[in-house]
């Protein structure tokens, strides 16, 4: 005979007619506002004390029938956002950001080449930077509504959690038998899992838009980053040239470090290899800046690390 099922009120699922739901533990008698008959309870309230080895009190299996387990906790029901995925903006709005960043590289490195006239870099540069500017100012909204989502998130896992210990620091002192933590301990443990859940979510996506997570291949950002870098050696030279004012200068240098800052955090960080090679690439830079190694040495070795960059890239899928 199939068993009989019903529709918990509270998460919707269809569940075995017994006192409580499986799934959200909310009581079954409260939510159809009638006794289950006494065969069903009894069965239930008997098979939770029987696997936990011991024997009701006649008040906590009073208790425990007429008043859910779970009562004066928080009991976890997924919110919209636990189904949300990525929001559709945060990717196109990570790609117009980095797409805009390479092209201030790219006509930075016009610049030193000498392919761009000073006025006509100046001009396109003011653009690029009024269109990384809009973008940031909705790239820190969404994060701030993200932002506000995790510390909701986290305070409410907190008070989960703090519920637990609560819960087993009053079995400890004799206020709760070990049926009652029995009973109380999954609905509260399903709670925390759900809220960690969601939290790791949206960690997850603070990061994206924090490190502007994209599909640029690590060759492109490194071959961006070197430009960057030799514009910024330069920087002082084209300043006294004449190419561009001293007042823009500076707000280029800002600029530049600031990028190369971002497109630091775009590396995959799993790729272990790629990571300690970049490592041998700041070394070097810095032994070279306290004198350590001389010019002439600095590029010899720096050329060997970048030959190594790219037999890895080679290789890699």
């Known amino acids: 005979m199939q068993?009989?099922?019903?529709?918990?009120?509270?998460?919707?699922?269809?569940?075995p007619k017994t006192q409580f739901c499986i799934y959200c533990g909310v009581s079954l008698v409260e939510s159809q506002g009638?006794?289950?008959?006494?065969?069903?309870?009894g069965g239930v309230v008997e098979g939770v004390f029987e696997s936990a080895g011991v024997s009701p009190s006649p008040e906590t299996e009073e208790a425990s029938f007429f008043q859910s387990p779970y009562e004066g906790y928080h009991q976890f029901v997924p919110s919209p956002t636990a189904e949300w995925g990525l929001d559709p903006e945060i990717t196109?709005?990570?790609?117009?950001?980095v797409k805009f960043q390479i092209w201030k590289?790219?006509?930075?490195?016009?610049?030193?080449?000498?392919?761009?006239?000073?006025?006509?870099?100046?001009?396109?540069?003011?653009?690029?930077a009024k269109e990384i500017e809009r973008l940031d100012e909705r790239r820190n909204e969404i994060v701030a509504r993200y932002r506000a989502q995790y510390d909701e998130k986290r305070?409410?896992?907190?008070?989960?959690?703090?519920k637990l210990e609560e819960l087993r620091v009053r079995v400890a002192v004799g206020e709760l038998s070990e049926s009652d933590q029995l009973i109380r301990t999954p609905g509260i443990k399903g709670n925390v899992d759900g809220l960690e859940e969601e939290a790791s979510e949206l960690e997850n996506i603070l990061g994206r838009l924090e490190n502007l997570s994209t599909e640029v291949p690590s060759r492109e950002i490194f071959k961006y980053e070197l430009t960057a870098k030799v514009f910024l050696n330069s920087l002082g030279d084209l300043i006294s040239a004449g190419k561009i004012g001293e007042e823009l200068g500076n707000k280029l240098r800002e600029?530049?470090?600031?990028?190369?800052s971002q497109f630091s955090k775009m590396y995959r960080g799993e790729d272990e290899d790629e990571s300690s090679l970049r490592n041998e690439l700041d070394v070097l830079e810095v032994r070279v800046?306290?004198?350590?190694?001389?010019?002439?040495?600095?590029?010899t070795l720096r050329a060997e690390i970048i030959d190594k960059l790219e037999r890895h890239w080679d290789q890699s899928p």
């Open 3 to 15: 068993e009989e099922l019903i529709k918990c009120e509270n998460c919707g699922k269809e569940i």
């Open 34 to 41: 009638q006794r289950m008959p006494e065969s069903d309870h």
């Open 92 to 97: 196109p709005l990570t790609k117009e950001l």
């Open 105 to 128: 590289v790219r006509l930075c490195g016009m610049l030193v080449e000498g392919e761009v006239p000073g006025k006509v870099f100046s001009n396109i540069y003011q653009d690029y």
């Open 155 to 162: 305070g409410e896992l907190e008070e989960a959690k703090l």
């Open 255 to 260: 600029d530049l470090e600031g990028i190369l």
């Open 289 to 299: 800046k306290v004198g350590e190694l001389t010019l002439s040495e600095f590029e």
